[in-house]
């Protein structure tokens, strides 16, 4: 809805912080929030720049929509 996109992937220009997300996803807190994006980072499948994320694999999340 927010993305953009640019030659490395989708660039979110919305700026965000790990507790925005915990609200927006439901998630009780943002220790939760912090593994998952760890997580998705080292297994780049996203960036984070200045509280902006840039989605690398679209299709990789995709699988977790329905």
Excluded: W
Excluded at 17 to 23: C, F, Q, S, V, W
């Amino acid at each position: 809805m927010f993305g953009i996109q640019t030659q490395k992937g989708i660039f979110i220009d919305l700026q965000v912080t790990n507790e925005d997300i915990a609200n927006f996803c439901g998630i009780t807190t943002r220790n939760s929030v912090n593994r998952v994006i760890r997580g998705l980072k080292e297994k780049h499948i996203i960036q984070v720049k200045n509280n902006r994320i840039i989605v690398l694999d679209m299709d990789y999340l995709k699988q977790f929509t329905k």
